[in-house]
C-alpha cells in the first residue's frame, strides 16, 4: 500500500492506495531548501522591481493605505506587515498615519478574530484596520473594454496606497496578486460584476496571464495611483518561498514567472484523481475549494472520476452560487442559464456542472449531502470508502492523488 496524507481543515487525513493502482502524487516543484523568510521579505522590499524605493515613495506626513487580504484567502499576511510596518516605522511614519484595508470583493464580512487571526493582535490593536465596503466607493475612470473604475473612497483618499497579497494560479484571472488587489479587492460591486463578465471569454483560464480578466483589472489600475505592490508566493505547507515588491504590473509578472515554475505540471491523466483543496482556507467553502476541481480536471481521463476532499464549514460559501445550486436540478439547466445571463457566483455552479458532465465527481465534505448533490457532486463521507468501491468495480484503475489542489495546476502530456 501507498499512504498519502491529505490537508482536510486544519486536520489531516490519510489514504492507503494499492501499489498496483498507484500512479503519482502530484506535487509542486518547491525549493527543498528555504531561506528565511523575514530575509526574503525584506530583500524584495528594499530591491523594488521597475520602482522607486518604498523610502522616496513616502514622506513623514503621508496618510497610507496597505491593502490585505480576507479571511478566504491564504496570503500570510502577519508575516508580511512586519518588515513593512519596520520600514515605514524607519522612514517616520506612525502608526496613526495607516489604515489597513481588507479587500472583500464581493465576499461576506469578517469576524473581529478572523481580521486579528489575518493581520496579528498586535497590529490589529494598534492600527486602524478596516474593511473595504463595495457600497462606499467613487468613479474614476472606465476601461478599455468598458469597466467602470469605481474604488473605496478610504483608498482613493491615501496618499500611498501599498497593495499587498500572495500570487498564484487563478482560474480565470490566470493568476491571482498583483492589481487583484484594486480589482476586485477593493472596488464596488459595479465594477466587480463588469469585471468577472470577462471570464466567458475563451482565453480566461487558469495559468494565462492574457486572461482578458487579467489584462482588465491591470487596466483598471491606471486610474488609480497604486504606488507600491508587494506579493508573496508560499509553498504548499504555506511557508513563504520568494517574494516580489515595487511596480504593479513588472513586480507581478516577476512573481508569475516563480509560479509557474513552482505549480504548473504535465501528467498523464488517470482513471482516478483524489484532490484536497489544501486545507483551511482553501476548503473553507465550496466556492473557494471549487478551484481544486479546475485544477484537477487534466490529470483525469474523459469519463473518469475526481474525488475532492474539502471540509466546506462555511457551506456553499456564495448565495448565488447555492441559490443556482439549489434551483437548477440539472447540470445542462445551470449551463443553459449561465449562457443567457452572467450571474457572479452562478459561475462557478456552471463549470461544476460542465466538469461533471466529463467526469464523476465525489464530495467528501461536512455539508450536508442534500447540498453535496445539489452541486452535482456525489456525497462521500469516507474517502476511503469512497476509493475502495471505485477499484472494486475497476481494479485496474490508477489513481493519482494531488494533496495541494488549491495551488497545482494539471495539464494533460
Known amino acids: 500500500m501507498t499512504i498519502v496524507e491529505l490537508p482536510y481543515g486544519k486536520t489531516k487525513i490519510n489514504i492507503d492506495i494499492p501499489a498496483k493502482n498507484f500512479g503519482q502524487k502530484i506535487l509542486p516543484s518547491e525549493p527543498s531548501h528555504l531561506d528565511q523568510e523575514s530575509e526574503i521579505l525584506k530583500e524584495a522590499l528594499l530591491n523594488p522591481t521597475n520602482s522607486k524605493p518604498l523610502k522616496d515613495i513616502v514622506s513623514s506626513s503621508s496618510k497610507i493605505a496597505i491593502l490585505v487580504s480576507d479571511a478566504t484567502r491564504s496570503c500570510p499576511t502577519e508575516k508580511l506587515l512586519q518588515p513593512l510596518l519596520n520600514l515605514l516605522y524607519e522612514y517616520g511614519i506612525k502608526d496613526h498615519q495607516i489604515t489597513i484595508v481588507f479587500g472583500l470583493g464581493l465576499h461576506r464580512k469578517q469576524t473581529i478574530d478572523e481580521m486579528k487571526y489575518i493581520v496579528g493582535n498586535n497590529v490589529y490593536s494598534k492600527i486602524k484596520c478596516i474593511e473595504h465596503d463595495r457600497f462606499k466607493c467613487r468613479y474614476v475612470g472606465t476601461t478599455k473594454i468598458g469597466t467602470p473604475v469605481e474604488v473605496f473612497e478610504e483608498v482613493l483618499d491615501s496618499d500611498t496606497i501599498i497593495c499587498t497579497g500572495n500570487i498564484e494560479l487563478h482560474y480565470y484571472a490566470g ?149 443556482w445550486n439549489r434551483e437548477l436540478k440539472t447540470p445542462e439547466d445551470v449551463i443553459t442559464k449561465f449562457n443567457q445571463e452572467f450571474e457572479l457566483g452562478g459561475h462557478k455552479a456552471a463549470f461544476v456542472a460542465k466538469l461533471s458532465k466529463r467526469s464523476k465527481l465525489y464530495l467528501s465534505s461536512d455539508l450536508p449531502e442534500m447540498d453535496v448533490k445539489s452541486a452535482f457532486c456525489i456525497p462521500s463521507k469516507s474517502i476511503q470508502e469512497q476509493l475502495n468501491d471505485l477499484l472494486a468495480k475497476n481494479p485496474n484503475a490508477i489513481v493519482h492523488v494531488m494533496p495541494f489542489g488549491g495551488l497545482t495546476l494539471t495539464t494533460p502530456k
Open 175 to 323: 493568476y491571482s496578486g498583483g492589481a487583484k488587489a484594486i480589482l476586485p479587492g477593493v472596488s464596488s460591486e459595479k465594477s466587480i460584476i463588469s469585471n468577472h463578465k470577462l471570464m466567458i471569454h475563451e482565453n480566461a483560464t487558469i495559468g494565462n496571464i492574457m486572461s482578458p480578466v487579467r489584462m482588465d483589472m491591470e487596466d483598471a489600475v491606471n486610474f488609480v495611483n497604486v504606488d507600491f505592490l508587494y506579493n508573496v508566493i508560499v509553498d504548499s505547507h504555506k511557508n513563504i518561498v520568494a517574494a516580489t515588491a515595487g511596480n504593479v504590473i513588472d513586480a507581478h509578472r516577476k512573481g508569475v514567472s516563480i509560479v509557474d515554475k513552482m505549480y504548473k505540471v504535465e501528467v498523464e491523466p488517470a482513471d482516478i484523481v483524489v484532490v484536497s483543496a489544501g486545507g483551511y482556507p482553501k476548503d473553507i467553502n465550496l466556492y473557494q475549494a471549487q478551484k481544486a476541481l479546475e485544477n484537477a480536471k487534466g490529470a483525469v481521463k474523459d469519463g473518469g472520476s475526481i474525488i475532492i476532499v474539502a471540509e466546506c464549514t462555511d457551506g456553499f460559501g456564495n448565495t448565488t452560487f447555492e441559490k
